[in-house]
Nanobody, 117 residues
Framework: QVQLVESGGGLVQAGGSLRLSCAAS????????MGWYRQAPGKQRELVAV???????NYADSVKGRFTIPRDNTKNTVYLQMNILKPVHTAVYYC???????????WGQGTPLTVSS
């Protein structure tokens, strides 16, 4: 059973930066893709960023130029680097991983982020 463990959430002021971590129990290059989702209060879960096994990245339009999804294969960890944060970024952030091409098979427990104005 694959485990994904997120960390790094918390409270940050608007304009600040934060990096979330997602440690996987399996070689991250073995996944078809890994992604970060978020769910804000009262809203549906939405995709924020994804990185494929070969390193291709894609971002939601709302975070392009502001967030990146680097990874460290020596630590089997994927990150979400978030810069110039705004209160609208407040949400629970989830790490996900897929062996499939059309859905995510594994999910972390989520880590909350609150951005204060």
């Amino acid at each position: 059973q694959v485990q994904l463990v997120e960390s790094g959430g918390g409270l940050v002021q608007a304009g600040g930066s934060l990096r979330l971590s997602c440690a996987a129990s399996r070689n991250i290059f073995s996944f078809n893709a890994m992604g970060w989702y978020r769910q804000a209060p009262g809203k549906q879960r939405e995709l924020v960023a994804v990185i494929t096994g070969i390193g291709r990245t894609n971002y939601a339009d709302s975070v392009k130029g502001r967030f990146t999804i680097p990874r460290d294969n020596t630590k089997n960890t994927v990150y979400l680097q978030m810069n110039i944060l705004k209160p609208v970024h407040t949400a629970v952030y989830y790490c996900s991983a897929s062996d499939s091409v059309d859905h995510y098979d594994y999910w972390g427990q989520g880590t909350p982020l609150t951005v204060s104005s």
